[in-house]
Nanobody
Framework: VQLQASGGGLVQTGGSLRLSCAASGRTFDSTYMGWFRQAPGKEREFVAAISWYRGVTYYADSKKGRFTISRDYAKNTVYLHMNSLTPEDTAVYYC????????????????????WGQGTQVTVSS
């Protein structure tokens, strides 16, 4: 599995960005696609996830209303639209694929994801 993240960059407070993650190497119907982020000196944290087949979305509470995750089924690509960005959103953003192995899959847990992209830097200036 290969995950290619892109779309990061430098943006001013209040601005928007759209991150993309192109996936290849397997079928993704029984997976979740997730976005995580990691700021310097902090642990990697869950941002959002989407079930690949049904498109059901999940968000970290603090991201609801500002971030939107979506996917293009035909292009095997997942997106993260981010609005009203603040300096606290500065981090490396990673996309990941988690294979659903059992009922009750927890999308927010880093260790539940099997494959990770290389990350894309998002920097929000004040």
């Amino acid at each position: 599995v290969q995950l290619q993240a892109s779309g990061g960059g430098l943006v001013q407070t209040g601005g928007s960005l759209r991150l993309s993650c192109a996936a290849s190497g397997r079928t993704f119907d029984s997976t979740y696609m997730g976005w995580f982020r990691q700021a310097p000196g902090k642990e990697r944290e869950f941002v959002a996830a989407i079930s690949w087949y049904r498109g059901v979305t999940y968000y970290a509470d603090s991201k609801k209303g500002r971030f939107t995750i979506s996917r293009d089924y035909a292009k095997n690509t997942v997106y993260l639209h981010m609005n009203s960005l603040t300096p606290e959103d500065t981090a490396v953003y990673y996309c990941a694929v988690g294979i659903i192995r059992s009922v009750g899959y927890i999308v927010t847990t880093v260790r539940n994801y099997d494959y990770w992209g290389q990350g894309t830097q998002v920097t929000v200036s004040s």
